[in-house]
């Protein structure tokens, strides 16, 4: 076996918790034309660290979102998470690696209607087949409290503010306790007081030791993060110190 990782060494590989080598994607549009959308990113986070991706509409910066999540596979180029390069997995085997380690949190919350917000909270692990634990009850409720939601958990969205809703949502994306928030502009649709909220949420969770990473169009938002790269024809940079 190799004892690189691309061009890291295993030793600089051990320092990174997320690694992106030579990440390259492509879209074929409907003309027949091939846009290429990602070339040559290649990024490095540490475990812990909270970044923040912003760049023009249409430059990408979705794509990069759901190719860390494993939701869209890119044409080349590697996605190491914790040491597992998720573009080698499939099936199950990538379902159960997000389920896991990732939590993913929308601009629109895409809650389901017909569910309480503690419902909501509760479907993925329903979905993991864990919703008989005690534990992951616990966390919900937890969870829902610490969002300051705990006298709304029986409530539906329609009866929840906009910036209650994304809390809901927040609390969903972390119920099984996973070690990455991957977040495409979560603040996006709410107004500063939601927007404030949500972010000192997020930077508690960060405190706590939560990866973050973060696509928002708000150099505000932005200014919260560690990091910052700028997503351009295709390059992904660094913009801060």
Known sequence: ????????????????????????KSFTLKSGVKRLILNDVSV????????????????????????????VSPDDGSVIIDGVDITKLTGSRLQYFRRTKMGIILQENVLLPHLTALENVLFPAYHAGLISRDDVFKRANQLLELMGLEDKKHQYPAELSGGEQQRVAIARALVLD?????????????DLES???????????????????????????????????????????????
């Not at 320092?15 to 390259?24: A, G, P, T």
């Not at 996973?178 to 709410?190: F, K, R, S, V």
């Not at 960060?206 to 200014?223: C, D, E, N, R, Y």
Request: charged share 20%.
């Open 1 to 24: 076996m190799s004892n690189e990782i691309g061009n890291l060494s295993m030793k600089e590989a051990d320092r990174f918790y997320l690694m992106l080598k030579n990440v390259k």
């Open 44 to 71: 490095n986070m540490k475990k812990g660290e909270w970044i923040a991706i912003q760049g023009p509409s249409g430059s990408g910066k979705t794509t990069l979102l759901n190719i860390i999540y494993g939701s």
């Open 178 to 190: 996973p070690p990455i928030i991957i977040a495409d502009e979560p603040t996006g649709q709410l």
């Open 195 to 241: 927007t404030e909220n949500i972010l000192n949420l997020l930077a508690r969770f960060h405190q706590q030791g939560l990866t973050i990473i973060m696509v928002t169009h708000s150099s505000h938002v932005a200014k919260n993060c560690e990091t910052i790269y700028s997503l351009k024809n295709g390059q992904l940079v660094k913009i801060n110190d």
